[in-house]
């Protein structure tokens, strides 16, 4: 069984950064496509950024060039660097996983996985 805890939200100002983290536990022999999603209050969760066991990585469209996924493999914690935030990035954030398939699935359908979520706000 998979545990994730998030950890590193807060509140910024526009044009200002944050990190969060995600603490992973619990893990089989079973590899993971990591992956942060988002909610914010009347909208879809959205995918944000994913990171494959290989290293490879992608970005929902609002957030290249601004958000960086990384990983430490050794201490099992994901992140998420972000930068020049927007009011728009205002949103519950969530750490997830997904078995490796082979490659990285874009959708909230395919992780089975989530942790309890940390929430960034940004105020204009």
């Known amino acids: 069984q998979v545990q994730l805890v998030e950890s590193g939200g807060g509140s910024v100002q526009a044009g200002g950064s944050l990190r969060l983290s995600c603490a992973a536990s619990?893990?089989?022999?079973?590899?993971?496509?990591m992956g942060w999603f988002r909610q914010a209050p009347g909208k879809e969760r959205e995918g944000v950024a994913l990171?494959?066991?290989?290293?490879?990585?992608s970005y929902g469209d609002s957030v290249k060039g601004r958000f960086t996924i990384s990983q430490d493999n050794a201490k099992n914690i994901l992140y998420l660097q972000m930068n020049s935030l927007e009011p728009e990035d205002t949103a519950m954030y969530y750490c997830?996983?997904?078995?490796?398939?082979?490659?990285?699935?874009?959708?909230?359908?395919?992780?089975?996985?989530w942790g309890q979520g940390t929430q960034v706000s940004v105020s204009s």
């Open positions: 997830a996983a997904d078995r490796w398939v082979g490659y990285c699935r874009w959708g909230s359908k395919f992780f089975g996985y």
């Open positions: 619990g893990y089989t022999q079973v590899r993971y496509c």
């Open positions: 990171i494959g066991i290989d290293g490879s990585t």
